[in-house]
């Protein structure tokens, strides 16, 4: 489930463990563990029925590398490899970015859920996606169910790392950036002005019909692919660390294809 090519790139990022304090079973390598974690994301099977006889160690181990390796930032990290790759080949596409979220249920309430506006306010979170031009994610968030999308448009272009693979100075920023009515309010529209980049936002109350879809498909294409991991459909973990691990390894795992297809 880890290629070779894949496993070439998250390897160097990967903590050093420490020495074992007891004796016992020796540890289970880095790389099992994470063919573990990633048939947890694919199936969405629950931890502890991860089955013994693939050789990826238990599911408590596997959920306590993807702890570490979360905290360690080891998924942000291999994000902006890719993104550097890709940027060198000069095939990200920084003349826009689209912006968008999407709506996932919680099976547990827990830090960034909230009551849903759009299932009888049962617990939900949201995820956050910003684009390039070609739908490459360049960054992603958690949020609660119930919170505004406008108020997570300055926080997720910040969140936008500075990619390197070029000479001169890293790029963070696209030249415009594109969003549906949810992201309309002026106030914030001065705010992404301030940052360099000009808002093409739709307005409400006009006419149905902005003519930005035939740009902003690209946004709702990676959210499918996101929620094409089975465990991202619905939030299964309490804690909100988890799941944005299980978010930030899908985000990678999709530049990777495109690093595989582009580069």
């Known amino acids: 489930m880890v290629s070779d090519e894949l496993w070439s790139?998250?390897?160097?990022?990967?903590?050093?463990?420490?020495?074992?304090?007891?004796?016992?079973?020796?540890?289970?390598p880095d790389r099992q563990a994470l063919c573990g974690i990633l048939f947890v994301l694919h199936t969405g099977i629950q931890w502890e029925y991860l089955p013994q006889e693939l050789g990826f160690g238990s599911g408590m181990t596997c959920w306590r590398r993807l702890a570490a390796w979360n905290e360690a930032g080891v998924w942000d990290r291999l994000h902006l490899v890719l993104l550097a790759r890709l940027r060198a080949a000069k095939q990200l596409d920084w003349s826009r970015a689209v912006i968008d979220s999407s709506h996932v249920r919680a099976a547990r309430r827990g830090p960034k859920s909230g009551p849903s506006p759009v299932d009888r306010a049962r617990p939900g979170s949201k995820h956050h996606v910003v684009v390039d031009g070609q739908g490459i994610p360049l960054a992603v968030s958690l949020t609660g169910g119930n919170r505004n999308d406008v108020t997570q448009l300055i926080p997720l272009l910040a969140k936008i790392p500075p990619v390197p693979g070029l000479v001169g100075r890293p790029r963070r920023r696209p030249d415009l950036l594109m969003g549906d009515r949810g992201y309309d309010h002026d106030k914030y529209r001065r705010l992404v002005w301030a940052l360099g980049i000009k808002p093409v936002i739709a307005r409400r109350g006009v006419a149905h019909g902005s003519g930005l879809g035939v740009h902003r498909w690209v946004?709702?294409?990676t959210i499918a692919w996101l929620h094409g991991f089975r465990r991202l459909?619905?939030?299964?973990?309490?804690?909100?660390d988890i799941h944005e691990a299980f978010l930030g390894l899908a985000t990678c795992l999709i530049t990777h294809r495109h690093v595989k297809r582009l580069c």
């Open 219 to 221: 946004v709702e294409r």
């Open 9 to 28: 790139l998250v390897e160097p990022l990967l903590p050093v463990p420490g020495p074992k304090l007891v004796s016992g079973r020796p540890r289970v």
């Open 233 to 240: 459909r619905i939030r299964w973990e309490r804690r909100d």
